[in-house]
Every structure is written in C-alpha cells, then in structure tokens.
C-alpha cells in the first residue's frame, strides 16, 4: 500500500485535522503526521511537544499512523523519511489557492504529489486560529478540539 505524509503546525491540532487523519488511515498504508515545528505565518502558542503529545493522546487508536516532527522544508523531510505523497485537507477556496502554490513548489524541487481530502462539512468553519481566540476569551472548546486534549488546550490558551 502506499505511504503518506500530512503536515501542518497543529496548533493545537482540531477535531477536522483528526477527521483527517482518520480517514486517510483507511485509505494509506502507513501516515506520517508531521507537525512543522516552526510556522511560517506566527511562531506557533503550544511547544513542539506539546503539539507532539496532543497529536498522540488523540491518534492512539489509529495503528498505522505515526507521529513525528521536522524543521526546515517539508521535502527534505520527505526525502529523509523515503515518502513522496502529502495529503493536505481543503475547507474552502481560500485553503485551495494557498495550498496549490505549496503543491506546486514541492511538485517542481522534488517531484512530491499532493493529495486533497475535502474537509467534512461538520468542520469546515474550525481552524486552529479561530480556536486560538476563542479560548482566549474565556469560552470551552468542547465543539472544536479532540475530547481527550479540551482541558488541557482551553487552560493554557485562557491564561493567555
Ligand atoms: O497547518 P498549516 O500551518 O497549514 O501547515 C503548513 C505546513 C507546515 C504544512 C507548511 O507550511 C509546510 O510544509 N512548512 C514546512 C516548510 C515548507 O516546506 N514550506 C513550503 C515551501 S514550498
């Protein structure tokens, strides 16, 4: 079966990103989920394991899905770990026009194809920004993070 890679910063990691992660472990043979320990739009909130915990408290059940992380370019990761399809997922335009000029860098330098998985239409309007102010203005993130991590996410993120 064929391997796959899904990066992004996960910060914090969303109960779309799971979904995500769910299903392309039905289709892939094994996953990598790969958290960019840095960002290149902010310096991420949660620490590098934080986001590395997070994504393996909620993952534990997914047996063919491993947690690791990277810096630098995503296909020099890529190369390094012998993978050459990312899955990216897609909530809307706005996501399909930053993620084509991405697919298509990686595509030229190193030959890497990029999948898209259409967001579910239950999590088309949560981001990991949104959750960000959300829970920095005092409110419970119980319909946008994974169970297991709410608490943990919402008490950092309030004391902010
Ligand atoms: O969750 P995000 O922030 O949408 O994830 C974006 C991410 C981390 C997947 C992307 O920025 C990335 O691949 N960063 C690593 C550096 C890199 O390879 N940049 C693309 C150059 S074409």
Redesign the pocket.
Known sequence: MVNAIF?????PPTLGHLDMMERSSKIFGQVYV?I?SD???TQPYFTIEERIGFLKTITKQILNLKVVN?D?????FCDKININLII?GLRNCNDLE?ET??AQ??RK?AGIETLYLNADEKYIGIS?SLIKEIATHGKRLHHFVPSEIEEVVFNKLSKK
């Open positions: 990066p992004g910063t996960f910060d790969a960019a960002s290149h739009k990277f630098g370019l995503l296909i020099d990216k930053f000029m991405m860098a990686n330098l990991s």
